[in-house]
């Protein structure tokens, strides 16, 4: 099904709402087309396409809902799903949570979510851009393996309150990694946008290469705490769990990093260093976002952590109904200021310390300070004197972000980095860190 526009949106919404006999109802509308080509061992191995859409009905009787979902849209289809929804709904136990549906919202302007030249993207176009890759690969005597997808999509959302809205987006994903023909050194390179124009897929390809083939004598030096940088993509994949920590409801019963001993939250405290500043906003243009949630409240601009203290935590609209706050939602996308500084300049300014292209297998250790454990991967390399002197063998580590965020020494210049985690998009500088924790070695390459 083709990507609908505005009032086709409304249109159908419009009549699925019709339909309800319930006492409230709200529809979901989504979908989508792209593409995706997967290569390994040098070679294209799948190419295909996904188009998909979905509707999603809740229907309300007081307290107790019911939700149906389909994905065809003529009338008795529309009909049939509407009615589903509330017999689920009658049948259901009353949720003690339930809030009403939302009323009119006022919406900030449109984000530049959605670019035209990457909604054309072409079988062709993904193919020449692999093909780019796997020839830097062939002349560089490494094997690679990687993935690139793009989609164009739309979402819209309706309900009997009179609550409407609508937005588009678009998006390319590249990333890649290189062996060397021994599998004894290995190279990572990520790369996300809505425009495919600021995609260089051979560039990104380029910096893997010479992380492979740098790394392919890597040697082993003792577990302890280093002065450490870390990329943009790994600092990502570290800092997005405390950050999908900030939530006001787990703080206040007790169960966050953000939660103080005998009650309360750590709000308006200072918690990190004060060169630390994140903060969300729809309308950055290198990271736009939606201008609504997907529970229909409008994202703004809002400032998480200032200068290293806690300014705002989000609010689901029960937990703010109960504690008589603003309902805050948690946004699509952070940024975090940084510096000018390039990698390069952070390097060159390190005596001794370890370079970490990437980290993996993430998984808490405790979700009260935040404490984390995983391994570095895909090219790990030793600086001493402002220079890279050789690649070290990975590491496994144990360390959290709060704790990291204190022993913050530079930090560089933001760019959009893609979570080896969870796939989401940040602007987020590189940064270098002293006393983090390598608790043993890995094997891993």
Do not use: H
């Amino acid at each position: 099904m083709p990507i609908l526009t505005k009032d086709e949106a409304q249109a159908l919404m419009k009549k699925v709402l019709s339909y309800s006999k319930a006492d409230e109802c709200e529809v979901n509308l989504s979908g989508s087309d792209g593409g995706n080509i997967r290569y390994a061992r040098n070679a294209a191995s799948t190419s295909g396409g996904v188009s998909q859409s979905s509707l999603v009905v809740q229907s309300s009787y007081g307290k107790k809902v019911g939700v149906a979902t389909i994905n065809e849209f003529d009338d008795a289809s529309l009909e049939k799903v509407v009615r589903r929804s509330e017999e689920l709904a009658q049948l259901a136990p009353e949720n003690p949570e339930f809030v009403k549906n939302l009323g009119p919202q006022q919406y900030g302007p449109p984000s530049k979510t959605f670019e035209q030249s990457t909604a054309d993207i072409t079988p062709k176009f993904r193919a020449d851009a692999v093909a780019q890759s796997l020839q830097i690969a062939k002349d560089n005597k490494l094997t690679a393996a990687g993935f690139m997808d793009n989609t164009a999509g739309y979402s819209a959302m309706m309900n009997t309150s009179g609550l409407f809205a609508y937005g588009t987006s678009t998006n390319v994903d590249f990333n890649v990694t290189l062996r060397t023909e021994d599998s004894k050194g290995s190279g990572y390179a990520t790369k996300a946008y809505n425009d495919v124009n600021k995609l260089d897929v051979a560039a990104a390809t380029r910096v893997a290469a010479q992380k492979a083939a740098g790394s392919a004598l890597a040697k082993s030096i003792e577990p302890g705490k280093y002065t450490v940088i870390l990329e943009p993509t790994a600092a990502l994949t570290l800092l997005e769990t405390m950050f999908f920590a900030m939530d006001a409801r787990s703080a206040d019963e007790g169960r966050s990093f953000l939660s103080k001993a005998g009650g309360g939250t750590k709000l308006g405290e200072k918690l990190v260093d004060e060169r630390v500043t994140i903060y969300s906003d729809p309308q950055n243009t290198e990271l736009p976002t939606s201008s609504w949630n997907g529970d229909g409240r409008p994202q703004e601009k809002i400032t998480w952590i200032d200068k290293g203290v806690i300014q705002n935590l989000y609010y689901s609209r029960y937990w703010a109904q109960k504690m008589n706050k603003k309902a805050v939602p948690s946004p699509d996308a952070i940024i975090m200021n940084g510096t000018d500084a390039t990698l390069e300049d952070l390097i060159k300014g390190t005596d001794k310390g370890i370079l970490v292209t990437k980290l993996w297998y993430i998984r808490s250790v405790d979700p009260q300070t935040v404490l984390q454990t995983g391994l570095t991967r895909d090219g790990t390399f030793y600086i001493e004197n402002g220079k890279i002197q050789f690649a070290v063998k990975n590491f496994r580590f144990n360390e959290s972000p709060v704790i990291m965020l204190n022993n913050l020494d530079a930090l560089g210049k933001p760019e959009r980095a893609v979570s080896t985690e969870s796939g989401i998009n940040a602007m987020m500088p590189p940064m270098r860190i002293r006393d983090f924790t390598f608790s043993s070695l890995s094997d891993a390459v």
